[in-house]
């Protein structure tokens, strides 16, 4: 070492040159959640469980999403509709309970894809994330769109630009 390198006073003018000349340059941090980065088009976020123009269920509890879902996250149980509920569900068959767990989910979409009914779309809604791994279990109540007859604000809302045309 010789004496400048000794005393490191060259090597800490060096580096308080490095931190001066980023104080004016511009920030790439985000300070999310209060700014939000620009989605690219093709972002896939949050499911969504669709109902038609009338408001009903399209969810046909058919399971093509589930068999398509490669992390298996999607679990459904299906039941029949009775004399009467036609207004609520689309299909003969509906899902009584639908559950996607955000553990698993890895947001690839296959759900969407598998689907034949549109009842299911990945919105650009981010999922929040949480402490409670049971909160991350969201539930068919977590999933369904508000209905468009009742909610019209809410639904258009939640529907988003992702959501499929009817
Ligand atoms: S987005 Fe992919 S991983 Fe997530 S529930 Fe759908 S199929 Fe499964
Ligand atoms: S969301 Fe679509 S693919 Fe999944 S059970 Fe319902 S109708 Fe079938």
């Not at 469980?49 to 399971?63: I, P, S, W």
């Not at 068999?67 to 029949?80: F, G, K, Q, V, Y």
């Not at 999922?127 to 999933?143: G, H, M, N, V």
Request: overall charge neutral; aromatic content about 10%.
């Amino acid at each position: 070492m010789n004496f400048w390198e000794k005393i490191y006073l060259p090597a800490i003018l060096k580096g308080m040159a490095i931190t001066f000349s980023h104080i004016f340059k511009k920030k790439p941090t985000i300070n999310y959640p209060e700014e939000k980065r620009p989605f690219s088009p093709v972002f896939r976020g949050l499911q969504v469980l669709n109902r038609d123009e009338e408001g009903r269920e399209r969810c046909t509890a058919c399971g093509l999403c589930a068999l398509a879902c490669p992390a298996e996250a999607i679990t459904m149980e299906s039941a029949e509709r009775k004399p009467g509920e036609e207004n609520l569900y689309r299909e003969e068959k509906y899902a009584a309970r639908y559950e996607i767990n955000m553990l698993r989910c890895i947001f690839c979409g296959l759900c969407e894809e598998a689907c034949p009914k549109d009842a299911i779309y990945l919105s650009e809604t981010f999922t929040p994330a949480d402490y409670s791994r049971k909160k991350l279990i969201y539930t068919k109540e977590d999933l369904l769109i508000p209905n468009p007859k009742t909610d019209a604000a809410d639904f258009e809302k939640a529907k988003g630009e992702g959501a499929p045309t009817t």
